[in-house]
């Protein structure tokens, strides 16, 4: 069943990398105006959420916008195609945070994600929201290299399922000029067995898992490109759950 597909907030890769780009202006210009428009489109050949596929596996267009104040404050709206099988085939999320500069090079991004998913059937409960915080660092270890490290919070996940905790890390690192090794590891909790089979099926003899990603990315002409292999440890033979490559092809404006 789709219903164990259910997923999205603020850490997809492409409303973090414009509000990222947005903080580190702020943190680094006095002269940036009051309130800052940036936004994304991107290509991909499966939408991937934590390792699960939102999209039955078939390729996904996705479009992010984003409002930051120089204050630090955001508002940002994401959409794309997707496919939880309850009817419906559109995700819509918006998003509200706080961008609070602690180095020139990271700061921590506080937000939270009401993520919708407009005409699916009611009796479902497919939409949920969640609260996060990330931790941003660039040129970590490197020149160019980028960490993150967050935490979320569901009071009420997709599909009624209860309480939700997701985990995440990731780390780009240049490897030779404009290539960079992506990778992720994300850890996702819920209260008990019967709670994660309503979110994401299988057996019945799971409360957690973990998910992850590793490839490379690049720029090239413009584009953000990546290559990468997705995958998780979910005891399901679902198809949307088993691991797969995945190549994307982003555009920031």
Known sequence: MFKSCVQRLLT????????????EEATTSESIPAITVAGSMAMLTDYRFRGVSMSNRDPAVQGALNFSHKSGVYLSLWASNADVGAGGNVEADFFVGYILPITEKSFLDINYADVNYPGTIKEYHTDFSEFGVNYNHSDLMKGGDYFTAGVF???????????????NTSYKFPVYK????????GYTKLEDNEQFAKAFGGDGQQDD?????????????????????????????????????????????
């Open 12 to 23: 997809v890769s492409l409303l973090m990398s414009s509000v990222s780009v947005l903080a």
């Open 153 to 167: 919070y569901s009071p009420e996940f997709a599909f009624k399922s209860g309480k939700e905790i997701y985990l």
């Open 178 to 185: 404009n290539i960079k090794l992506v990778s992720s590891l």
């Open 209 to 253: 898992y973990f998910d992850y990603k590793i490839g490379l990315g690049a720029e090239v002409l413009g584009l953000n490109s990546e290559l990468v292999w997705i995958d998780n440890n979910i005891d399901s033979d679902a198809n949307i759950m088993k691991g797969t490559v995945v190549f994307s092809l982003t555009k920031q404006f």
